[in-house]
């Protein structure tokens, strides 16, 4: 069992910065890869970006590639998510998940998820 909690979100204008943090506990040794989701109202929750754990190799969806960065500290068992050029598009809850196999782009190849944090980004 891995417990994800997020932070870091807010309400920013569009074009600002900021940065989500996601900090896993309970069996932490097992993760071999960590990555973010978001969702909106109304919409269907989307793949943002993922990391692996061992060589940090990162993908990111079309959307927002060149504008976040997702990053992992394995001692901290954390992962970040450095968004900036923020759009109102960009608005939802994002997720943290843990443990991604195969395609990661689908949320039903994660096993573990945090309770979310709320992104505003004002037009």
């Known amino acids: 069992q891995v417990q994800l909690v997020e932070s870091g979100g807010g309400l920013v204008q569009a074009g600002g910065s900021l940065r989500l943090s996601c900090a896993a506990s309970?069996?932490?040794?097992?993760?071999?890869?960590m990555g973010w989701f978001r969702q909106a109202p109304g919409k269907e929750r989307e793949f943002v970006a993922n990391i692996s754990w061992s060589g940090g190799s990162t993908y990111y969806d079309d959307s927002v590639k060149g504008r976040f960065t997702i990053s992992r500290d394995n001692a901290k068992n954390t992962v970040y998510l450095q968004m900036n050029s923020l759009k109102p598009g960009d608005t939802a809850v994002y997720y943290c998940?843990?443990?991604?196999?195969?395609?990661?782009?689908?949320?039903?190849?994660?096993?573990?998820w945090g309770q979310g944090t709320l992104v505003t980004v004002s037009s």
């Open positions: 309970g069996r932490t040794f097992s993760i071999y890869a």
């Open positions: 998940a843990s443990n991604g196999l195969g395609a990661m782009w689908a949320a039903s190849r994660w096993d573990y």
